[in-house]
T-cell receptor, first 111, second 114 residues
Framework: RKEVEQDPGPFNVPEGATVAFNCTYSNSASQSFFWYRQDCRKEPKLLMS???SGNEDGRFTAQLNRASQYISLLIRDSKLSDSATYLCVVKLGNTGNQFYFGTGTSLTVIP | DAGITQSPRHKVTETGTPVTLRCHQT?????MYWYRQDPGHGLRLIHYSYGVKDTDKGEVSDGYSVSRSKTEDFLLTLESATSSQTSVYFCAISAPINSGNTIYFGEGSWLTVV
């Protein structure tokens, strides 16, 4: 069983739409959670951390549900520039090496 | 900018030749990683380092070796390149964020083995 699973999509949405991605993780000892964005032929870049209380950054909202072991990312008012692959990343404990990655969800925002 | 530089950024090599990819960081982070990313597999850890001369294997380490003789440099060597090692390779570091750490990537090295 994979440590982190994501729906690969693709998600094709019109500009202005709201889109949500989910990601599940298997290890209940996971402590830190993140969403990354990866553009074509570029490196993954940190989009935002995810907290149990939820956090919001402009049009982006991330949520963590520890009981059900999933994290979510909501994008409101989608822009063409949001087109990318979104990766969820889970870290176990405080040791430096244990990061686990989803395979990514592809989003295309259509004019 | 996480201060990570990878070289070369693009390379084409022949099957059976050794290849070394270099990762250089400017901020003295302890943990450094090498990942490969392939369609359908996502990011897979090859090797990582937790200090000078301290390295360990990841999930896809066969055919790869690493060295870290200085804090700032982490080298990935393909002993004898094969076509299955055609991939994009990302170096990464673990750095503080909020109350923990997260991971930051270099720009990637595109390797084609022909």
């Amino acid at each position: 069983r994979k440590e982190v699973e994501q729906d690969p999509g693709p998600f094709n949405v019109p500009e202005g739409a709201t889109v949500a991605f989910n990601c599940t993780y298997s290890n209940s000892a996971s402590q830190s959670f993140f969403w990354y964005r990866q553009d074509c032929r570029k490196e993954p870049k940190l989009l935002m951390s995810v907290y149990s209380s939820g956090n919001e950054d402009g049009r982006f909202t991330a949520q963590l549900n520890r009981a059900s072991q999933y994290i979510s990312l909501l994008i409101r008012d989608s822009k063409l520039s949001d087109s990318a692959t979104y990766l969820c990343v889970v870290k176990l404990g405080n040791t430096g090496n244990q990061f686990y990655f989803g395979t990514g969800t592809s989003l295309t925002v259509i004019p | 900018d996480a201060g990570i530089t990878q070289s070369p950024r693009h390379k084409v090599t022949e099957t059976g030749t050794p290849v070394t990819l270099r990762c250089h960081q400017t901020e003295n982070h302890r943990y450094m990683y090498w990942y490969r990313q392939d369609p359908g597999h996502g990011l897979r850890l090859i090797h990582y380092s937790y200090g000078v001369k301290d390295t360990d294997k990841g999930e896809v380490s066969d055919g790869y070796s690493v060295s870290r003789s200085k804090t700032e440099d982490f080298l990935l060597t393909l002993e004898s390149a094969t076509s299955s090692q055609t991939s994009v390779y990302f170096c990464a570091i673990s750095a503080p964020i909020n109350s923990g750490n997260t991971i930051y990537f270099g720009e990637g090295s595109w390797l084609t083995v022909v």
